[in-house]
T-cell receptor, first 114, second 112 residues
Framework: EAQVTQNPRYLITVTGKKLTVTCSQN?????MSWYRQDPGLGLRQIYY???????DKGDVPEGYKVSRKEKRNFPLILESPSPNQTSLYFC?????????????FGPGTRLTVT | QKEVEQDPGPLSVPEGAIVSLNCTYS??????FMWYRQYSRKGPELLMY????GNKEDGRFTAQVDKSSKYISLFIRDSQPSDSATYLC????????????FGTGTRLTVIP
């Protein structure tokens, strides 16, 4: 089954404790992105990757890191989480140029930072 | 001013009603337009994808784009309780997944 998987689905952590949210897709897509979704603000892009070893900042990159060492994986790293990073996070992938709007989203990771 | 404006609702309709969901945008550079559906506790899923002005129909769903007015709509005919979800409009202006802009979503409830 074609899908994007994320882990963990739910995470409660404390300020400053480093964490990683994993993302994997099995559709051989070039593009992958991370979004956060907050009430009243909608989906905002954190980082995106156009291919292996190619990443760039989205609209709200502060406090986040990413890496793309393999085509299928795109982990999101919070080196020192803060309460304002409490949010619902989605990983997404999309096919090659010309179909970027066709985003396939993972199930989401609900993160709470206390 | 946001790039994409979407009425957040919530919108509540009886089963069988015609639903109209709308978004406006300010940037004339947008070239393609999408509607995503998001069920509670799930990720968004692509519902409709259009490149040009006019209408595109898929079953009970019709997407309409009016580039001159910078306005897009999604119509749902014969609405069903299973259509209850949040609907997100999105649009893009060119190459790269970094050029997508999403509306904040309209929450729809279809009452049996």
């Amino acid at each position: 089954e074609a899908q994007v998987t994320q882990n963990p689905r739910y995470l409660i952590t404390v300020t400053g404790k480093k964490l990683t949210v994993t993302c994997s897709q099995n559709m051989n897509h070039e593009y992958m992105s991370w979004y956060r979704q907050d009430p009243g603000l909608g989906l905002r892009q954190i980082y995106y990757s156009m291919n292996v070893e190619v990443t760039d900042k989205g609209d709200v990159p502060e406090g986040y890191k990413v890496s793309r060492k393999e085509k299928r994986n795109f982990p999101l790293i919070l080196e020192s989480p803060s309460p304002n990073q409490t949010s619902l996070y989605f990983c997404a992938s999309s096919p090659t140029s010309g179909r970027e709007g066709e985003q396939y989203f993972g199930p989401g990771t609900r993160l709470t930072v206390t | 001013q946001k790039e994409v404006e979407q009425d957040p609702g919530p919108l509540s309709v009886p089963e069988g009603a015609i639903v109209s969901l709308n978004c406006t945008y300010s940037n004339s550079a947008f070239q393609y337009f999408m509607w995503y559906r998001q069920y509670s506790r799930k990720g968004p899923e692509l519902l409709m994808y259009t490149y040009s002005s006019g209408n595109k129909e898929d079953g009970r769903f019709t997407a309409q784009v009016d580039k001159s007015s910078k306005y897009i709509s999604l119509f749902i005919r014969d609405s069903q309780p299973s259509d209850s979800a949040t609907y997100l409009c999105a649009m893009g202006m060119g190459l790269g997944a970094n050029n997508l802009f999403f509306g904040t979503g309209t929450r729809l409830t279809v009452i049996p």
